[in-house]
């Protein structure tokens, strides 16, 4: 049963432009979603998160936007430069339940072309 | 700080054989993790740890072990290898657990093949 879903493997992008990076959850519990960036041999890195209690969060060229009543987040990055291109996993969280274990989506494969 | 490191970096095993994954991390983070990721997939958290001497299951746990002597260190035993076993092998701290925003910081990872 995937909790976390990341429906689309990969996203091709031109620089300077918008990348859209989404992802679905089925547990009503989640209350605190993250992304992470990940590179070629490297661990993943935090990138941004967001509360249920908020419906968006900003970061520099990185914002999250959260729909509860869809079960749905999504990652915009703006602009997107080639130093972005890796592999993005969204994360859930029950706070309240799961003592720090995240559910992690599949993944989704970002390229940036310059 | 060198955050979280995990050694090795690479291993192939035999079916059958057995091996410690280390894992270090020099933040004084109370919360330690075990992940495993399969191509094509998101990371499954496999056992996490609370504290030294405090170890708990968690999504994938079947065919291994973990202990938790000390703050710094969570290993995690591979005994009687299998082919199923073939993936890359993650760990990751946080200072706190439940309730908690802060997060995951994650090693380099160990990329094991079991033959």
């Known amino acids: 049963d995937q909790q976390v879903k990341q429906n689309s493997p990969s996203l091709s992008v031109q620089e300077g432009r918008i990348s859209i990076l989404n992802c679905d959850y089925t547990n009503s519990m989640f209350d605190y979603f993250l992304w992470y960036k990940k590179y070629p041999a490297e661990g993943p890195t935090f990138l941004i998160s967001?509360?249920?209690?908020?419906d968006k969060n900003e970061d520099g060229r990185f914002t999250v936007f959260l729909n509860k009543s869809a079960k749905h987040l999504s990652l915009h990055i703006v602009p997107s430069q080639p130093g972005d291109s890796a592999v993005y996993f969204c994360?859930?969280?029950?706070?309240?339940?799961?003592?720090?274990?995240?559910?992690f989506g599949q993944g989704t494969i970002l390229t940036v072309h310059p | 700080n060198a955050g979280v490191t995990q050694t090795p970096k690479f291993r192939i095993l035999k079916i059958g054989q057995s091996m410690t994954l280390q894992c270090t991390q020099d933040m004084n983070h109370n919360y330690m993790y075990w992940y495993r990721q399969d191509p094509g997939m998101g990371l499954k958290l496999i056992y996490y740890s609370v504290g030294a001497g405090i170890t708990d299951k968690g999504e994938v746990p079947n065919g291994y072990n973990v202990s938790r002597s000390t703050t710094e260190d969570f290993p995690l035993r591979l005994e009687l290898a299998a082919p199923s076993q073939t993936s890359v092998y993650f760990c990751?701290?946080?200072?706190?657990?439940?309730?908690?925003?802060?997060?995951?910081?994650f090693g380099p990872g160990t990329r094991l093949t079991v033959l």
């Open positions: 990751a701290s946080s200072y706190s657990g439940p309730a908690s925003t802060d997060t995951q910081y």
């Open positions: 994360a859930a969280i029950s706070r309240v339940t799961s003592y720090g274990k995240l559910t």
């Open positions: 967001i509360s249920s209690i908020k």
